[in-house]
């Protein structure tokens, strides 16, 4: 996120709805699905204006393999 304010949710197992976090600048969110590509485990709700960047997939597990796999 670049700029604002969102609140990630998660469901319980009786059905409530739980705060899981409140994110703002500088945070990620969204980062575990775009690694394994598995069903999302949170709802992210915005609380105002926001400004995020949207990383695909590809972009974000290559950018990962650089920073553990630096060439020499």
């Known amino acids: 996120m670049l700029d604002g304010v969102v609140k990630a949710t998660g469901r319980t197992e009786d059905g409530r ?6 994110r703002m600048d ?3 969110v ?11 485990s949170a709802t992210v709700t915005t609380c ?3 400004t995020a960047r949207r990383v695909i997939r590809a972009e974000n597990l290559s950018r990962l393999h650089r920073i ?3 060439e020499p």
């Not at 709805?17 to 409140?22: I, K």
């Not at 969204?30 to 999302?40: K, N, Q």
């Open 17 to 22: 709805d739980a705060l899981l976090a409140v």
């Open 26 to 28: 500088g945070d990620l």
């Open 30 to 40: 969204g980062e575990l699905a775009s690694m394994d590509a598995r069903p999302r």
């Open 48 to 50: 105002g204006p926001v």
């Open 68 to 70: 553990a796999c630096p």
